[in-house]
């Protein structure tokens, strides 16, 4: 049994007349110690899919349909108090810019030291204890000073280890990392990446990579997740992904990045853009920007294709299959 | 121009000039004042931003400047352009020197340079329809011109950038994050510049426009024989945009190589570091060289090298004496001891 599975979610944003549908049937599941990648362009959804499973979505916007099994129990129909208890404890999370996530007037120890004691039944020395030793674990130097020290004491690079630290601090069996390096240099994001991993690793915790960095995500991750206008519209392995994208946009997107054309040449570019959630064209909503649409694109929603642990929503490849 | 100049081909077209740049951090006097040994001394700090640049930028080509945050890439691009005033050094711009002149003999060298900035969303008055954004360069450099002329040109240059020229009665909002940056990229080329500055032009945008708007800068370079300093973070695009790279650590120039020799065989510590360190999309797990320790404060500026404290090559002569930009073998330049001494192959 998966430890996270997510089945049909859907999330709506009532705004005046309209109801914006931001997750359109979004399945997907995650072991235990599996790390999944779920990439997109901004305003595909993949943030608001991470912030659906903790139920974090900001009214007005609600979870429509769907339900997100966690250990046996649907955290989509859990009350505030039970579901208190398995966020920030048993899954957690990491936000983009650690500036943002930690509380600028309070030392790192206080915020560790709150968390654990929200969620365990420690002393306070104890709980200071175990927030040092997990700092070491995110290899800060001299942990038991950097502990009394403010957020904007730290650079960067450091306060994204402290966020790590706190997320691991609870021994949760699931972290949602949403796009935790964007805000970071390249030489700190490939450090920051490399210690996530390992420290995931050695815990044996499930990862949820949001990014829309094809780079980091085939070089993190076991399995990827393509998002597109609030859709899944490619999963499978990510070597499969990178090596094999069947899906025209997932392809089209490998393509775009400089490093598949030769220095000096002109970019493969994907036509148009994302449309915008008030305005998704009818059938396949990528297929303005498709160079294989045909009528049935433009009028029928494409079901799921694929063999074992693949699947891919489009027209085009299901003809494909059907020819083979 | 007088007839004893060189010829303004082979002349480069940008020259930075032993160029620094500082900003005081601004402090009240009672504040500067502290203690020390007894006596009451004054003490003024300052970010150093840029320190001991030299750089040319020959016509006709792409020269990309890359490094991390707060390295002084952006500040090169300002003072380049007139936004900012130097604290020591110059600027050349077609062999006359532009960073002193007073701002009506200015006027005619500003309207051959123009700039990109990165954030479309803010670099484009909220207010302003396209039709006037695009108008708005080309009345302040050409006061006369006709209002049939100028709705010629804004239709030209909208169709040259990808843009729907029917739309110029539309506001910034209406359009999307790689549209905005294709209507800044117009405003930029309306006056038929030959030399432009685009600060992380691409880095606010999704993949799938990157690419777009890239080959959009491409395309102009080429149809309109310009010359860019091109300012970024991301290297998998440097790779692919520039005909030469240099690599900023700290204010100060660490390499300065041709495109592909740079990529092929990277020589300062920090360059490989930088270079290693690019996600790349193959099967290996990343064995990307680490930097120990944290980018210095440019406050309190490191002595010797820039890089020594996070070098694994350094010894003491990098803690003491500042490296200059040497040739090396393979024509790039490197601004490193241990290369010079033959330490680093």
Redesign the interface.
């Known amino acids: 049994m998966p430890l996270l599975e997510v089945r049909g979610l859907e999330v709506k944003f009532p705004i005046r007349q309209y109801e914006l549908t931001a997750l359109r049937d979004v399945s997907f599941s995650l072991d235990k110690g599996q790390r999944l990648g779920i990439v997109g ?2 305003g595909a959804g993949k943030s608001v899919a991470a912030f659906a499973i903790l139920n974090l979505i900001g009214r007005p916007g609600y979870i429509s349909k769907g339900e997100i099994i966690f250990e046996g129990a649907n955290l989509a129909k859990m009350s505030p108090q039970q579901l208190r208890t398995i966020r920030g404890n048993r899954i957690n999370m990491i936000f983009q810019d650690p500036m943002m996530t930690l509380n600028p007037v309070l030392t790192i120890g206080t915020q560790m030291i709150e968390c654990l004691q929200t969620h365990q039944n420690l002393s306070k020395g104890k709980a200071r204890e175990v927030a040092i030793e997990k700092l070491r674990q995110v290899q800060i130097p001299s942990p038991h000073e950097r502990i009394d020290q403010y957020p904007h004491e730290l ?1 960067g ?2 306060r994204q280890r402290v966020v790590i630290a706190i997320a691991l601090l609870t021994d949760p069996s699931v972290i949602i990392a949403d796009e935790p390096t964007t805000a970071l ?7 920051i ?2 210690l996530l991993v390992e420290l995931c690793e050695t815990s044996d915790v499930a990862l949820m990579l949001i990014t ?5 995500v ?2 993190v991750t076991q399995r990827t997740i393509v998002m597109y206008a609030g859709r899944v519209v490619e999963e499978g392995p990510t ?1 499969q992904i ?1 090596e094999n994208a069947r899906h025209p946009y997932t392809h ?3 393509d ?6 030769n ?2 040449m ?6 148009g ?2 449309p915008s959630l008030n305005a998704i064209p009818k059938g396949c909503s990528f297929h303005p920007r498709c160079e294989h649409q045909t009528e049935l694109c433009r009028t029928e929603l494409p079901g799921y294709v694929g063999q074992e642990g693949i699947r891919i929503a489009c027209h085009w490849v299901a003809s494909q299959e059907q020819q083979q | 121009m007088s007839g004893t100049e060189q010829p303004s081909a082979t002349r480069d077209l940008v020259s930075i000039k032993n160029l620094s740049k500082s900003f005081p951090l601004t402090k009240g006097f009672l504040e500067q004042l502290h203690f020390q040994g007894g006596r009451l001394v004054r003490k003024r700090e300052s970010v150093k931003a840029i320190n001991g640049v030299n750089l040319d930028v020959k016509r006709g080509e792409a020269l990309c400047v890359v490094g ?2 707060g390295c002084g890439k952006s500040t090169v691009a300002r003072v380049v352009m007139g936004l900012l005033q130097p604290t020591a050094g110059s600027i050349e711009y077609d062999g006359q020197r532009i960073d002193n002149l007073p701002p009506d003999r200015l006027l005619p060298v500003r309207r051959k340079m123009q700039m990109i900035f990165q954030n479309p969303y803010a670099s484009l008055n909220p207010r302003m329809t396209v039709q006037q954004t695009l108008e708005e360069p080309m009345r302040f450099h050409n006061p006369g011109i006709g209002n049939g002329e100028l709705r010629d040109k804004v239709r030209t240059v909208m169709d040259s950038v990808g843009v729907d020229p029917s739309w110029t009665e539309r506001f910034p909002h209406e359009f ?1 994050g ?2 905005r940056q294709r209507i800044s990229i117009a405003r930029a080329l309306m006056v038929d510049p030959e030399f432009i500055v685009a600060d992380e032009p691409i880095s606010a945008l ?7 708007v ?2 959009l800068m ?1 395309d102009a370079m080429e149809q309109r024989s310009l010359t860019y300093l091109f300012i970024t ?1 991301d ?3 440097v ?3 520039g005909n030469r790279v240099a690599v900023m650590y700290l204010g100060a120039l660490c390499e300065l190589a041709e ?2 020799t740079l990529f092929e065989s990277p020589r300062h510590p920090y360059t490989r ?2 270079i ?8 290996e ?2 064995s ?1 060289i ?2 120990t320790g ?2 210095p404060t440019p406050i309190n500026l490191p002595s010797g090298c820039f890089f020594h404290n996070r070098c694994v090559y350094a010894n003491d002569r990098c803690k003491v004496e500042k490296p200059p930009l040497l040739q090396t073998d393979n024509g790039s330049q490197v601004a490193c001891h241990g290369i010079e001494e033959g330490r680093i192959d």
């Not at chain 1, 002109?266 to 036509?271: A, K, M």
Request: glycine share 6%.
């Open positions: 362009e901004s650079s690079g450091m240099d390249v030489t700190i994001q490939a450090e990446m490399e829309h960095d094809l780079g980091v085939s070089q070597r990178i089209g997107l490998i775009a990045l400089p490093e598949r054309t220095p000096g002109r970019l493969n570019q994907i036509p853009v994302m | 991390e945050s999307s790689g549209q999704d993949v799938s426009i990157q690419a777009q890239l080959n491409m973070h290297l998998s695009v790779e692919h945009f495109t592909r570091a930088l290693s360190a690019i996600p790349k999309l193959t099967r797990r990343p990307h680490k930097l944290e980018v």
